[in-house]
């Protein structure tokens, strides 16, 4: 593939903090050279005493001079290999140009895309309010949605769009009670008789809180990757998040978003050093090949997140993740309890076993407290669920087979 003459990509989002982050990291290792020595760093000999012995072989008998000389070639090397592949994927030629499906219905920036085919069996799927719900429908090559489209399944996809200035001060009653339920309204309407509901990631969450509301117009759940026990496996994590936001809060009130920058930040705070990792590995790809292609689309998709409305922000950082609210069973939507223990419809949960976005726990919460259950568990990440060459065998097939093996309500 021949690089064109496009405006060099804004990301990674945000590329200032992954750049000040490999530069605090790889300038930390050669100021903290010096001090090193049979006493410390007392953290690695007493966690990592592997590590560290392999430390002590390495540079034994070896100068001072030497050692400073060795660490600086390596970060070098290091950081040629982060910039490289960083500079490679902003000028990357791909771009994604998938035909849009035609639109169901819309309100506000919120729109229903249709995947037909129109004899399938309609599914609305329901992303979340963060990250844009074409990962769904990422590229030519893999497109979940495309794909149920040719296995009997009609997807229709909730497109929240970037909330515009009325939007700004919705919450999630707005969000649930208000404009996802008068989309199952059309779905519905475009249908014969109670549908199917599909949620992925946070949308998981906004579908639990449907179901509890709309019952009896809907068939079956599919939650994949849905967190519920925000303090499962890592309590203290869930709450520094919180606390991050709690800094951020009088300014995100203020602007009425917590921006996409922001957010990204807080999903760095996961890994903070996922970004060299990922760009690094990237160098080492062929450019023009299908890896790199698949590699950019993804990163594309990422770095193209909508701000989230702060209300919305506040429910989510403040309650589900610092109070835990909806393990806990204080979450409310227009009133109403969410209650998973009352609902009486088959679900089938997805819950990935790689994930570090949500911990399996926390999504196993969820499929525990729902009646009769059925729990998969693909050995895949997150987002690999929906978009790996994985996904397919381990994920895709399971979901079309348990839809068109629901039965009719």
């Known amino acids: 593939m ?26 930390g290792s050669l100021n903290a050279l010096p001090l090193l020595n049979g006493k410390w760093p007392t953290w690695l000999a007493t966690s990592q005493p592997e590590a560290w012995q392999a430390l002590e072989r390495d540079v034994a008998g070896l100068p001072a001079e030497d050692w400073f000389s060795a ?33 169901l219905w819309h309100e506000g920036q919120t729109r229903i895309l249709d995947y037909g085919p129109k004899g399938g069996r309609p599914v609305l799927v329901v992303p979340s309010l963060i990250n844009r719900g074409y990962v769904l429908d990422l590229s030519a090559r893999r497109s979940f949605l495309r794909w149920l489209a040719g296995q009997g399944v009609r997807p229709l996809l909730v497109d929240w769009g970037s909330p515009d200035a009325s939007e700004r001060g919705f919450d999630l009653t707005d ?27 946070m949308g998981g969450n906004l579908v639990t809180a449907l179901a509890s509301r709309r019952a009896p117009d809907l068939s079956g759940l599919v939650l994949m990757a849905t967190p519920w026990d925000f303090h499962a496996d890592d309590p203290e994590s869930a709450k520094r998040v919180a606390a991050l936001y709690a800094v951020w809060r009088v300014w995100v009130q203020g602007l009425g978003v917590l921006p996409v920058d922001a957010i990204q930040t807080l999903f760095m705070a996961l890994d903070p050093l996922l970004a060299i990792k990922k760009f690094s590995h990237f160098a080492d790809m062929d450019p023009d090949g299908p890896d790199a292609e698949a590699f950019v689309a993804l990163e ?5 997140g909508v701000p989230l409305a702060s209300r919305v922000a506040e429910t989510c950082l403040s309650d589900w993740y610092g109070l835990n609210s909806p393990a806990m069973g204080t979450w409310r939507v227009a009133g109403l309890p969410v209650d998973p223990n009352s609902l009486d419809l088959p679900s089938l949960h997805l819950i990935p076993a790689r994930d570090r976005i949500v911990p399996p726990a926390s999504a196993r919460a969820l499929a525990e407290a729902m009646p009769g259950s ?35 309500r």
């Open 2 to 27: 021949t690089a064109t003459a496009q405006a060099p990509r804004r990301g990674p989002r945000p590329l200032g903090l992954h750049l000040a982050t490999a530069q605090a990291m790889w300038l």
């Open 71 to 103: 660490v600086e070639w390596a970060v070098r090397q290091r950081a040629d290999r982060f910039l490289t592949g960083l500079e490679r994927y902003r000028h990357h030629a791909y771009r994604r140009e998938l035909a849009e499906p035609p639109v």
């Open 175 to 201: 969000y649930i009670a208000g404009r996802l339920e008068r989309a199952l309204n059309a779905v519905l309407e475009a249908a014969d008789g109670p549908v199917p509901v599909l949620g992925y990631c």
């Open 300 to 304: 594309d998709w990422l770095n193209d």
């Open 374 to 408: 059925d729990i998969v568990e693909p050995p895949l990440g997150h987002i690999g669920m929906v978009v790996s060459g994985a996904a397919k065998p381990h994920v895709w097939s399971v979901v079309a087979e348990w839809l068109n093996n629901l039965p009719a």
